[in-house]
Structures are given as structure tokens and as C-alpha cells.
């Protein structure tokens, strides 16, 4: 789809003021304007922020009493059970909250619930099975907000509840001990984008500082930097904003994941084939969906045995049987998407309206979410794929276009769903079979009333000649870093530029040689297709960053896009 390119509009005083400050080339600053920043101090902590810039954990509402009654149960030697969703953010909450307790030499016990035959976040079989086997507190990681009659079958069975979760919360709350959620409307925690993991680590943060004040740790205590890699692994795949509070996460996080650590972590990369440094990319596209795959596939017990393994040779080969099911995952992927797009195609008027609703029996229910963000990004607007069992119950993910609130629409038609939840980009229901066309009906009403634009636009920070762009730029850019949603990499237009030669490889990628002035630059555009309209002077929007090849490090522009 063609793309609309808008320009950031420029703010010359405060981006002057900034590049003076912060000692930094005005391209640099006006990024940093265009990211949000208002003044010198933001500017300021947003490129050098640490672990103490962190936030005080007990800013989130229920902290005290979570606390207290995990402490209560350190005490007692009562046998406690983290209970963590099946994806990345589930999994990270899980493996960290059971290690840290681990390390307290607590009785601690994990469960996450199998994606097929349980479904999403806490059900009351599993509650009562913890119950059976004695668990006398459950901490729900990354689920349990919509849980009101799971958490009082616990209480029932004499169960304690704790609540962690990131998701939006419903008029009607669990009733239990505590419940920690930024989303709450009268939580005073400032990082309201955290993650289930970020709001799990928070928990360890402030249990572990009362702890202390208890002089239960005499003179060692366990070092929390080192549960940042799971923070930022389970931030980044849960396509968490990176900015504010997830950006110090992330950032650190990252630093830890060079040498890292944790044995699952080492085999992960590993088998992801990942040697040094890490970056915010391989988090989100190459460890992040090995992880998934476990918990869309089969289960995402597997994802934890690997975090919280001790011995490197187990952990090998749990990562190598996870990469196998990721692979597994992208062929069931790719068939689906076939069969999707061919629904689209064929469908009357489909394309003609501001929604797309899909469902078909045979679909597997673990996949469909993927395949759903594949289809927004073609066609631009929002998405709900729905696999059909044979009992004639569909399951759904939608995902939805920026601006665009697909949790708010689906609100709109909640009386014909089972069950339904999520956010503003990304949601989950059930359905009966025979409600689906009413639902597609339904569904486009209210994302048509929302009024929402949906042209494709390409987002661009600024409008430089290519004689600026430098090694010393490149180098500067590069303290901007992690990128990722809220924090894009910096996009620039570059206009009337020279295409002193073209290639094309692999079919699909263009390769060219590009001139502005003086120095020419190397050029790659990534799955342009052989068909892109190269003229002699193009319009070029790019992101330039260092190619290493044979140990020579040179710049190279990324393209996003090309016009005369």
C-alpha cells in the first residue's frame, strides 16, 4: 500500500536550545523533540537515564498489602504459586518471580495454563488443582484483572489471591488481597506502559527492600540487575512503548544480555544465533517468538523450565526444541496467511470497508493473532481473525492500526461475545459460530463511528542533505537506542538524490549507490521487489546506520521508501 510521507513539524528554539545543552548536532535534538521531549531535564534523563531513575515500586497502588502477605507466607513456609500467562510476558513474569523466591529459599511452585485446552489467563480447574496440592497464596502474573469468579473459587478453597497485571481493567475487580496494575485509574505509578514482567520486577523490588529492612538477608542480598534480562525480553515481545520507565528496563536489560548470566538465556541466543551484543530487534523477532512458539503450540512450561534452568546442556536443548516448534509455528503461519488473504480477495466489497473480520474451522487459535498483524499491515486496518473448533466455538484476535481502538470497538458488540479483552492495538474473544456475521456487521459500525483515518503514513523526523549525514551523526544516533514502539528509529527524507547504480538480489531486495553532493552511499532496500520505481534522482526516506562487513565498518542507508 502506498504510504503518505508527513514530515515532523520542526520546533527551531527548543531544538536549538537542546543541541546547545546536551551538546548534540540539531538533528539529534530535533529527534529528541519529536519523541515527545519538552525541555532540557527530559532530554537530559531520556539519554542517560539508570536503575536510579526507577520509580519507587510502592507508588503502585496494593503494594503494602502484597508484600505483607507474601512476607506472611515466607514466614509460615506456606507453599506459594506464581500463575503466569502462556506468552513471552507470561513466561518472563513466571521464571522471574519463581527464581527471585527461589533464591529466598521459599516454597514456590509455577503454572501456566495450557493455550488450547485452557484458554487465556486464570481458570478455576487450575485453581482448584493448586489448592489440591496444598498452594495457600497464588500471584497471577500478566493476567488475572478480569479473574472475579476464579479468584472467589480461591477463597473458597481458602486460597489467597494476588493480582499482578498490565491489562485494562474491567468495571468489576477480582476481590482479592491485593491487586498491582498501572492501568488502575487511581494508581499513582508513572510507568503506566509497563508489562506484566515490569510490573512482576516492581513486586520483587519493593519485597525485596522490605525484606531487607527485616534483616532477613543478613549480608548478602540477591542483585535484581541481574532479573533484567527477562524484564526486557517480556517488554520488548509484549510490544511494550519503549519509553519512559520500559526504556531504563529495556536499556539495561540489554546491557546484561551480552555476557549473560542466565543459562536459558546464553542457549537462546544460542540457537538464535545471536554472538555479543543484543538489540531491542533480536528481543522482538528472534528470541521473542521462540518463546511464543512453545505457548502456541503446545505449552508455555517448556519457556520456563528454560529460564530457570541450571544446567547448560538441558538448557541447549530445550532452546533447540523451541526453535523447532518456532519453525513449526511459521509453516501453520504461512498457510493461514494464504488462506486469509484469499478470503480477503475473494471477498465482495471486503476491501471497501473500515474493518476485516475472518474466520474459518481449522485454523489453529495459537496462530491467528500473528497472521491478524500481518493482514493489518497489508491492507491497513483493523483485524479480527477467528479460528472455528468443532464444538463451534470460534476464538478471536484482533489487532488493530494505530489511532484506532479495537478493545473500545469491541465494546460495542460485547452482548455477542462469550468473553473479550485487551487494549487499545491488540485484543482476544470468543464467540459462537453462528454470531460471527453479525459481529462483522457489528464490529464495522463501530470502528466506522470512531472515524478514523486510515491512510498509510510513513513518519519522517526530518529533512536532511546526505553531506550531513556523518560517522559522528551515526555514532550520536545510536544514543537513542532502544528502539521500538514509542521510540522508532529516526527516519530522515533526503531530496533530489543521485541513483548513481542499481542492483537487485534475492528477487526482492534493491541495492543501490546514491550521491547527494560529495560522498556516495551504499543503499539497501529490504523487500522492495524488482518492480520499485528507481529513476535517476529520487526522493529518499532512510535510516542510515553502520554496516560491518569484513571488518570494515561503513555507513549504509536503510530505505523505507522512494519517489521521484
Aim: with cysteine; aromatic share 6%.
Amino acid at each position: 500500500m502506498k504510504k503518505n510521507w508527513s514530515i515532523k513539524k520542526e520546533n527551531p528554539k527548543l531544538r536549538e536550545k537542546l543541541s546547545k545543552t546536551l551538546q548534540v548536532s540539531p538533528i539529534t535534538a530535533q529527534i529528541l523533540v519529536n519523541r515527545g521531549i519538552e525541555n532540557e531535564a527530559e532530554a537530559s534523563l531520556f539519554l542517560n537515564s539508570t536503575l536510579f531513575d526507577l520509580p519507587s515500586p510502592y507508588l503502585m497502588k496494593g503494594m503494602d498489602k502484597a508484600v505483607e502477605r507474601i512476607k506472611k507466607a515466607l514466614d509460615n513456609r506456606e507453599k506459594i504459586a506464581i500463575y503466569g500467562d502462556y506468552d513471552v510476558d507470561g513466561v518472563t513474569s513466571t521464571a522471574l518471580f519463581y527464581t527471585f523466591m527461589k533464591s529466598l529459599g521459599a516454597n514456590i511452585a509455577y503454572y501456566n495454563p495450557d493455550r488450547m485446552k485452557e484458554g487465556y489467563g486464570v481458570n478455576a480447574e487450575a485453581v482448584k488443582k493448586l489448592a489440591g496440592d496444598g498452594v495457600t497464596l497464588i500471584i497471577s502474573g500478566d493476567c488475572g484483572i478480569t479473574a472475579v469468579k476464579e479468584v472467589e473459587e480461591a477463597r473458597n478453597l481458602g486460597v489467597d489471591f494476588i493480582v499482578t497485571d498490565h491489562h485494562k481493567p474491567p468495571e468489576e475487580l477480582p476481590n482479592a488481597v491485593s491487586i498491582l496494575n498501572p492501568q488502575l485509574s487511581d494508581c499513582k505509578y508513572p510507568g503506566k506502559g509497563i508489562t506484566g514482567v515490569g510490573v512482576v520486577f516492581n513486586l520483587v523490588i519493593a519485597l525485596r527492600r522490605a525484606l531487607r529492612e527485616d534483616g532477613f538477608f543478613g549480608k548478602e542480598e540477591p542483585n535484581l540487575a541481574e532479573y533484567l534480562d527477562l524484564v526486557a525480553l517480556g517488554t520488548v515481545a509484549d510490544c511494550a512503548p519503549l519509553m519512559d520507565v520500559n526504556r531504563i528496563f529495556v536499556k539495561e536489560g540489554i546491557k546484561r544480555m551480552e555476557k549473560p548470566k542466565r543459562i536459558g538465556i546464553l542457549a537462546l541466543k544460542e540457537a538464535s544465533s545471536i554472538n555479543g551484543g543484543i538489540t531491542s530487534y533480536d528481543l522482538g523477532f528472534k528470541l521473542g517468538p521462540r518463546i511464543n512458539a512453545s505457548g502456541r503450540l503446545s505449552s508455555a512450561a517448556k519457556a520456563v523450565e528454560l529460564f530457570i534452568s541450571e544446567d547448560i546442556e538441558d538448557a541447549r536443548e530445550i532452546a533447540k526444541a523451541l526453535s523447532k516448534e518456532n519453525t513449526n509455528r511459521q509453516n501453520i503461519e504461512g498457510e493461514i496467511l494464504k488462506q486469509a488473504l484469499a478470503q480477503v480477495e475473494s471477498g465482495a466489497g471486503v476491501l471497501r470497508e473500515n474493518s476485516i473480520v475472518l474466520a474459518s474451522r481449522g485454523w489453529h487459535p495459537g496462530i491467528i493473532g500473528i497472521v491478524a498483524s500481518r493482514i493489518v499491515e497489508r491492507y491497513e486496518r483493523p483485524v479480527i481473525m477467528i479460528a472455528v473448533d468443532e464444538g463451534g466455538t470460534g476464538k478471536g484476535s484482533g489487532r488493530s492500526v494505530k489511532g484506532v481502538n479495537i478493545y473500545a470497538a469491541l465494546s460495542e458488540c460485547r452482548d455477542l461475545l462469550l468473553q473479550f479483552g485487551g487494549h487499545e492495538q491488540a485484543a482476544g474473544l470468543s464467540i459462537k459460530e453462528e454470531s460471527i456475521g453479525e459481529l462483522r456487521d457489528m464490529f464495522e459500525r463501530a470502528i466506522s463511528d470512531l472515524g478514523a483515518d486510515y491512510t498509510a503514513t510513513l513518519d519522517i523526523d526530518c529533512a536532511v542533505n546526505l553531506e550531513e549525514v556523518t560517522e559522528t551523526l551515526v555514532s550520536e544516533l545510536g544514543q537513542l537506542e532502544p528502539y521500538g514502539i514509542g521510540n522508532p528509529e529516526p527516519v530522515f527524507l533526503a531530496e533530489s538524490v543521485e541513483v548513481l547504480s542499481k542492483r537487485v538480489f534475492k528477487d526482492k531486495h534493491i541495492g543501490l549507490k546514491v550521491r547527494q553532493g560529495g560522498k556516495p552511499f551504499d543503499a539497501v532496500w529490504f523487500n522492495a521487489g524488482e518492480g520499485a520505481d528507481i529513476a535517476g534522482r529520487i526522493d529518499l526516506v532512510f535510516t542510515p546506520e553502520f554496516n560491518v562487513w569484513n571488518g570494515k565498518k561503513e555507513i549504509r542507508l536503510k530505505i523505507w521508501d522512494a519517489g521521484r
